[in-house]
């Protein structure tokens, strides 16, 4: 069933959101050549207790970390690890928090050092695509404007494979709650959207084919033709207008600017 949000539960949501926002900006300030995505982990971690809350991914359906980290031609759910991050790699980190009985989730695909234009593109098509599912997160369209939107950025005008095994999804007092919200979709259908409906989008795009497997760890989704996978991830409540952004970018953008190891010409 779907739980549709009061007032002041959507403001217990957006502080759970802007913890997570703020936690990705602090990894962004730490992502350089050298460092592993186990010790970008352990900041995290670190950080979201620091300020009073708990990783939400950390034991969630038995997986072991505060951040999927997914890196290249890992889609999601990727595990921190001890290699080390290298010049041109294409890092997705998506983070979830408890904070007060709600949960955030949102994530950001980063580039170390120079990318080709193709690379830039991914990222830039992707990012866009998710603003464009979040135009339709408003009373009037259904979920299938979401997904159609994303599909139509993404795979109809760009030629990327929007990935169809997993989906955005309803997100409150659970990490996961009903709908789904998939990156694909016709206009028109599915569940008509309502003022109190939080949810998460999140576009999983990838540079060649749509299709995806689960590695060896059982978690870590990776493209079949190991080509390249972006994520971007929004948790906002639909509104009357327009959708209420409950995580940001902000501060994750600004300190992608900072970093001058960070790739952040394809800033919107
Ligand atoms: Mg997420
Ligand atoms: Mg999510």
Redesign the pocket.
Known sequence: MIYYKTTEEIELLRKSNLLVSHTIATLAKEIKPGINTLQLDKLAEAFIQDHGGKPA?KGYKGFPYTC?ISVNSAV?HGFPNSSELKEGDVVSI???VVLNGYVG???YTFAIGTISEDVQQLLRVTKESLYKGIEKAKVGYRIGDIGWAIQEHTEKKHGYGVVRSLTGHGIGKS?HEEPDVPNFGRRGNGLKLQEGLVI?I?PMINMGTKDVHVGDDDWTIYTNDGKLSA?Y?HSIAVGKTKADLLSTFDPIEQAEKENPFLFDKYSL
Request: aromatic share 8%.
């Open positions: 991914f999927c999601v998506d983070t979830g989730d949102s994530a990490l998460a999140e994520h991830e």
